[in-house]
């Protein structure tokens, strides 16, 4: 069973940055690929950005240029680095995993929230 916790949500003005963090346990994380979700209020869940175990990168266009996903697989860890914030990525933003690299994300994290003021 994978288990993943998320941090470093919070509230920031617009054109500041966070990194977000998730720690992954319980399974064989270098093998899986790793990907961000947000959920906004009164919007369905949407992708953000993925990395695949051979971390090849891939970003929802609205965030192309602004944020960055990595991996350390020596800690068993998957960041997303978020710059130059917009009110709209106001969200609660999820870290799944993909045991399956075929797009099955069976396994996720209970969410951090990332609040961005104008």
């Known amino acids: 069973q994978v288990q993943l916790v998320e941090s470093g949500g919070g509230l920031v003005q617009a054109g500041d940055s966070l990194r977000l963090s998730c720690a992954a346990s319980?399974?064989?994380?270098?093998?899986?690929?790793m990907g961000w979700f947000r959920q906004a209020p009164g919007k369905e869940r949407e992708f953000v950005a993925e990395?695949?175990?051979?971390?090849?990168?891939y970003y929802v266009d609205s965030v192309k240029g602004r944020f960055t996903i990595s991996r350390d697989n020596t800690k068993n860890t998957v960041y997303l680095q978020m710059n130059s914030l917009k009110p709209e990525d106001t969200a609660v933003y999820y870290c799944?995993?993909?045991?399956?690299?075929?797009?099955?994300?069976?396994?996720w994290g209970q969410g951090t929230q990332v609040s961005v003021s104008s």
């Open positions: 799944a995993a993909d045991p399956s690299t075929r797009g099955d994300y069976n396994y």
């Open positions: 319980g399974g064989s994380f270098s093998r899986y690929h």
């Open positions: 990395i695949t175990w051979s971390k090849n990168t």
